[in-house]
């Protein structure tokens, strides 16, 4: 066969019908679909099965013996089928001399080195990517030297929402829903004058609500 190499980088989507092929770059997997050829057993099976079922009998035994025909001859039919699908696929990938791999001309192919971008990467393209990768490093760096606790109090107890309305708690002080402080303050019960903690909605020593 001519292009013997497509062997391990395609994927067969013939059925009963036809033969089609879909052959893959080696680097980014992008396909080029080749053209659908009808079988003429597959189109006379097909017709004596839909007889068969209809009308039986010797119809039926038709239909299978074109079964046995198309299994017979699908070996050199598919063979024939591919070479063509192959021949197609050619104009659609080149092959790297250096690695003989089987890529796409649009994203892999490094037109002026006459090989693929694994073996010669497109420079401008791979300064990019590196230049990129090196300012997260030095963004993290950066981070990591600056203080990203200014105006946090350490010490005080944090919650993750406002203790009096539930709303989200912010970087501040108080509330931006309801404007009470987020670390809230202990109360006093009013019947039985029991310290309440902040947060508590009812006196843990008498039971009575907790003043708002």
Known sequence: MA????????????????YQFEFHCDHCHNGHMSSFQATKLGMAGGLLRAAGSLFGGVFGNVAAAGDQVKDALRGKARDDAYATAVEEAKKHFKQCSRCGKWVCPEKCWNGARGLCTGCAPDLQKEAAAIQAQVAVEQLEVKARASDQTEGLDTAAKQTAE??????????????????????????????CGAKIKAGVKFCPECGKPAPK
């Open 162 to 191: 406002c203790p009096h309305c539930g709303a989200p708690a912010g970087s501040g002080k108080f509330c931006a829903e309801c404007g009470k402080p987020l670390a809230g303050v202990d109360k006093f019960c009013g019947e």
């Open 3 to 18: 292009l013997i190499a497509f062997t391990a980088n395609y994927t067969d989507h013939s059925n009963e019908t036809g």
